[in-house]
């Protein structure tokens, strides 16, 4: 019964279409199609066989099947970084009638990163340049007159660029390291439970020669890439980050989180805020949220909620958005 | 005036000539046609419109359907880099209130069920799901799920009853590309511009009047990332257990809350 309503109904929009098709014909509908088919002779060019071999090996290890495997793997974590969703719909993502979202959103990240405003603008610029037939001598001579400030502003964004790139370039082979070894490398991204493959608590005869001392409420400490080491016994201990270190250059492979609009570095679960001096140990910031759990993270039940310690701080999972981020809370009651 | 001698013309022809006049795109003089008036072209041209509308009447009021999509979209790095990724997404509804989305990609998958008194998303990268009571139909559905949880599956728009409703107000202009092939498919093209996104949707002449392809540049966020989905397998007449409908999730995965765009804020 279904089935054959189906078949009728789908008889009803073939006579509605091969009518509306009729019209057409009668119309000139065709000519102008025409037309506009001779206009775009150019459009279907070729020109992308040369990306064939883009896809050739890197990537098997997104699948890693990591515990928190929704995390950003791009260490960008906006509101674009697809990785975090997976691409499944958040803020209307593959969808038509909710771009608008996109507006408010790109102004957004315009603001956080004002490197790409200068690329976003090209494009707008060249695509009204496409689309409206305005005269293009005039339009010339306004590119003329821009290109002096343009060439300006470009070198004063290349260095910021060259610096994003390089972050984001060594983000992308650590994530790409740590997803192909994450086995045996797992404690790599941690810089507070484990440093250079050691344990808290696990002592060394010799300080790396990178160490700097550093005094922290009167006690003496030394850092190296993201490991504290405290004397004892004539040995040196690997210790937690004291809270309120201040060291000239934080660990390696931080991403940046923003507590009421203010940002932090969150380097595998250590927390630091930028400061004059460079970079302080700061507590585990309330509101803060990751993508990924940092490493040694224990799932605790409390009163049916489940949170994940480490560090001290309370991770609370949300699904925000379509994909799973981790909030840092107060310790629950 | 128009309608008239359309009516009077798919008499006289045969149906399936025009259509074929149509598909091949060919220029040929109709005697006794009235010229067409000379004045500026419309924003949105004739059988864009019409097609679009037609496609979106014959999905949206489909009491049920299923179809498959092969999407690829891009993320872009922050240094402007687009790289892009590919997924499969497969769709089941039943109107009034069934909904199950499964997405699997190269950056993880997702499953979405709704059965007209809740929604639940799970990644099962995760041991976690959620749930949160919703409309029971899917356009109201739909409509809150964006606006309170920040999410929406993708390729929502055909999934509303009034598919056509819900874009055509924001067209600024579309225009006709002709016939084009989409996977040995002869598909109508045509291209929409708008304030932040350009589309282009590929439709099948018929006998199912149904996308074949969609494509989405989002023009206003940088370096203009693409979302583009390849249509197979749409089924109009499926066999749809009702249990699709219903969560099914492994043991000892855990709810855990949305955390609704209000708190985020």
């Known amino acids: 019964m279904a089935i054959r309503k189906q078949m009728s109904r789908r008889r009803t929009f073939t006579l509605t279409l091969l009518a509306g098709i009729a019209a057409v014909c009668l119309a000139g509908g065709i000519e102008r199609a025409a037309a506009f088919r001779g206009g775009f002779g150019g459009f279907h060019g070729g020109g992308f066989g040369g990306f064939g071999g883009f896809h050739s090996g890197g990537f098997n290890g997104f699948h890693s099947g990591s515990f928190a495997g929704g995390g950003s793997r791009f260490g960008d974590g906006g509101g674009f970084d697809r990785s975090t969703d997976a691409g499944f719909g958040r803020d209307g993502y593959g969808s038509i009638r909710s771009a608008?979202?996109?507006?408010?959103?790109?102004?957004?990240?315009?603001?956080?990163?004002?490197?790409?405003?200068?690329?976003?603008?090209?494009?707008?610029?060249?695509?009204?340049?496409?689309?409206?037939?305005?005269?293009?001598?005039?339009?010339?001579?306004?590119?003329?007159?821009?290109?002096?400030?343009?060439?300006?502003?470009?070198?004063?964004?290349?260095?910021?660029?060259?610096?994003?790139?390089?972050?984001?370039?060594?983000?992308?082979?650590?994530?790409n390291t740590y997803n192909n070894y994450a086995g045996s490398?797992?404690?790599?991204?941690?810089?507070?439970?484990?440093?250079?493959?050691?344990?808290?608590?696990?002592?060394?005869?010799?300080?790396?020669?990178?160490?700097?001392?550093?005094?922290?409420?009167?006690?003496?400490?030394?850092?190296?890439?993201?490991?504290?080491?405290?004397?004892?016994?004539?040995?040196?201990?690997?210790?937690?980050?004291?809270?309120?270190?201040?060291v000239n250059r934080p660990p390696p492979s931080c991403s940046t989180v923003?507590?009421?609009?203010?940002?932090?570095?969150?380097?595998?679960?250590?927390f630091y805020q930028s400061v004059p001096q460079g970079y302080q140990v700061i507590p585990p910031p309330v509101g803060a949220t990751v993508t990924t759990l940092p490493n040694g993270a224990v799932d605790e039940n409390i009163k049916g909620t489940t949170y994940f310690t480490f560090g001290g701080a309370y991770y609370q999972p949300f699904y925000s958005g379509s994909s799973v981020i981790y909030e840092v809370v107060a310790k629950p009651a | 005036m128009r309608r008239l001698g359309g009516i009077a013309l798919a008499s006289a022809l045969s149906a399936s000539t025009c259509l074929l006049t149509a598909a091949a795109q060919t220029i040929s003089p109709h005697s006794g046609a009235p010229a067409p008036a000379i004045g500026p072209p419309p924003a949105i041209a004739e059988q864009a419109s019409l097609q679009l509308r037609q496609m979106a009447a014959y999905v949206g009021s489909a009491e049920q359907f299923t179809f498959h999509a092969d999407i690829t979209f891009d993320h872009v790095l922050p240094s402007g880099q687009k790289l892009q990724f590919s997924a499969s997404e497969d769709v089941a509804l039943q109107r009034p209130g069934r909904l199950y989305v499964a997405w699997s990609g190269d950056l993880g998958d997702r499953r979405f069920w709704y059965d007209g008194k809740s929604v639940t998303l799970y990644d099962p990268a995760t041991p976690f799901y959620a749930s949160e009571p919703a409309p029971g139909e899917i356009d109201a559905m739909l409509d809150k799920l964006l606006p309170q949880l920040n999410f929406s599956p993708p390729l929502a728009d055909l999934m509303y009853s009034d598919p056509y409703g819900r874009v055509h107000s924001n067209i600024q202009y579309g225009f006709d590309l002709g016939t084009n092939e989409v996977n040995g498919r002869s598909c109508r093209t045509f291209a929409f511009v708008e304030k932040d996104v350009d589309w282009q949707i590929w439709i099948d002449p018929g006998p199912q009047l149904v996308p074949c392809k969609l494509v989405i540049t989002y023009r206003s966020l940088p370096s203009q990332p693409q979302f583009s989905a390849v249509f197979s397998n749409w089924d109009f007449s499926p066999r749809i257990a009702a249990p699709v409908f219903t969560a099914t999730l492994p043991a000892g995965v855990q709810k855990i809350q949305f955390r609704s765009v209000a708190a985020a804020k």
């Open chain 1, 185 to 246: 490398w797992g404690g790599y991204y941690s810089g507070l439970g484990f440093g250079a493959g050691m344990a808290i608590g696990a002592t060394l005869a010799v300080l790396p020669a990178a160490a700097m001392a550093i005094s922290v409420a009167g006690s003496s400490y030394y850092y190296a890439n993201g490991v504290y080491y405290a004397p004892q016994g004539g040995q040196y201990a690997v210790v937690p980050p004291p809270q309120g270190a201040v």
């Open chain 1, 258 to 270: 923003y507590v009421s609009g203010t940002a932090k570095l969150d380097c595998g679960g250590a």
């Open chain 1, 100 to 175: 608008g979202n996109f507006s408010d959103h790109a102004d957004t990240f315009r603001q956080s990163h004002p490197e790409t405003q200068h690329d976003a603008d090209q494009f707008q610029q060249s695509h009204l340049n496409d689309r409206q037939n305005v005269s293009q001598l005039q339009q010339n001579r306004s590119n003329e007159a821009n290109t002096l400030q343009q060439n300006r502003t470009n070198e004063a964004n290349t260095l910021q660029q060259n610096r994003d790139r390089e972050a984001n370039y060594l983000q992308y082979n650590r994530v």
